[in-house]
């Protein structure tokens, strides 16, 4: 198989949108079989230290839409491990947060004020939300809503950026090189380190 850079990939890049940092669309119609030679190809492209972005690209959009759920997830941590180019990065940031059936918000630091305090004590250092509806073109996840993503019970993901804004927590998250997002949550004013893992 020669290495084409199709309308798969093309969509990709529209999608993320490299200057506005839009949110593509779902990104598998459907799952796909693949054969043990084309398994094998696009794992090889996806891992390869001097492949071309949109190689790159197309590889781990072919091994995401596997039919194989094995293979759906080692496109996930096998893309961010080996990925340098912020489009894809931020494509399998994507994928994987949409897909997720609960997201976990890890709070964490040190000398935290007493708004932090008390609620880190009454609500624990994990705060977990099962999302209930999910808006592909607006890139958000709601928790509460079943039909819509509505403020102050969603996550919204814009590029590299993850908007936080529920369980009486605000704040925005960043994209890092280890595939986390990390930053700061506020309640009540008081700043929290946050982190949510995509895989």
Do not use: H
Request: proline letters at 3%; one cysteine or more; aromatic letters at 8%.
């Amino acid at each position: 198989m020669g290495w084409k850079r199709t309308g798969v990939a093309a969509a990709l890049l529209m999608g993320l949108g490299v200057a506005g940092g839009a949110p593509a669309a779902e990104a598998c119609e459907t799952y796909k079989a693949l054969s043990a030679t084309e398994l094998k190809e696009f794992r090889n492209k996806l891992t390869e230290k001097e492949a071309d972005p949109i190689d790159r690209l197309f590889a781990y959009q072919e091994l995401a839409c596997s039919d194989q759920p094995v293979m759906r997830a080692y496109a996930i941590r096998a893309g961010m491990e080996n990925a340098r180019d912020p489009i894809l990065r931020q494509q399998i940031a994507f994928d994987a947060l949409m897909a997720m059936p609960r997201v976990d918000v890890e709070l964490s630091g040190n000398d935290l004020g007493k708004n932090a305090k008390r609620y880190i004590e009454g609500e624990g250092n994990v705060i977990s939300s099962t999302v209930r509806y999910r808006d592909f073109k607006k890139g958000c996840l709601s928790f509460y809503s079943s039909d819509s993503c509505q403020e102050g019970s969603a996550m919204t993901i814009k590029g590299d950026t993850l908007l936080v804004s529920g369980s009486n927590l605000v704040g925005t998250l960043a994209l890092t090189e280890t595939g986390e997002f990390i930053g700061t949550v506020r309640y009540r004013g008081d700043p929290i380190t946050a982190r949510v893992r995509i895989y």
